[in-house]
């Protein structure tokens, strides 16, 4: 069963704030120092970016360590985006010791918060038991709400608990559904889970 962390928060952000970035170095480096003004001003999107900046590497030297201090101050005011980004960094080992629980928990804060990525992530967590003792049927609770939102890796993953019958009653016709619009966003593992079936992902 292909489940995996997602990362579409740090995808999106990593777009934004490449989109920024043109012309010279002497403006990206402007560009940088405007954002972390921003930051250190209070706001928790300019300190989310200067986060994905430090993750990635685009407009400073890349630095794992720098790009959680400033994830974990924007996740410390609510900022959902953060609370992914800083949850896939602790669950990823990214710059701070491996640590599953400190991942559940930035995930959950997010989740609640109606993230998608990081409902996907906290079914993830449930399904694997890491950070918390494995639940099958919390699993499918939250790539539920994820999978409703639109996330393909959530999709995936809840048609094939339906597929198999884990934490919810098998229902071939609900994993179909459920493949299939993931399928539509192009994740390859929904498109494999039909074409076995022998069932059109159209």
């Known amino acids: 069963m292909e489940v ?3 990362l579409k928060a740090v995808a999106l952000a990593l777009v934004s704030i490449s989109s920024i970035f043109t012309g010279c170095a002497t403006d990206h480096q402007e560009q940088v120092n405007a954002y972390i003004a921003s930051a250190e001003q209070g706001d928790a999107t300019a300190k989310h970016n200067v986060g994905v900046m430090y ?8 630095s794992y360590p720098e790009a959680i201090k400033w994830f974990r101050k924007a996740a410390e ?3 959902a985006g953060s609370q992914v980004n800083l949850g896939v960094m602790y669950n990823e080992g990214l710059g701070v010791a491996q640590d599953h629980a400190a991942a559940f928990e930035w995930f959950q ?5 109606g993230n998608a990525s990081g409902q996907n992530n906290l079914g993830l967590m449930y399904f694997q038991g890491h950070g918390v003792p494995q639940d099958n049927a919390e699993a ?12 393909a ?5 809840l048609g094939t608990m339906y597929s198999l019958g884990l934490g919810v009653a098998k229902n071939d016709s609900e994993a179909i559904k459920w493949w299939r619009k993931s399928a539509d966003q192009g994740n390859s593992g929904a498109k ?11």
Not at 109 to 113: G, L
């Open 77 to 79: 005011q609510g900022h």
């Open 4 to 6: 995996r962390i997602d």
């Open 153 to 157: 890796h959530a999709q995936l993953s």
């Open 55 to 62: 993750m990635s590497g685009v407009g400073v030297h890349q």
């Open 192 to 202: 494999e889970s039909l074409e076995k079936l022998g069932v059109s992902h159209q």
């Open 109 to 113: 804060k997010a989740a609640v918060q």
């Open 140 to 151: 499918v609770k939250w790539w539920h709400k994820a999978a409703e939102q639109g996330n």
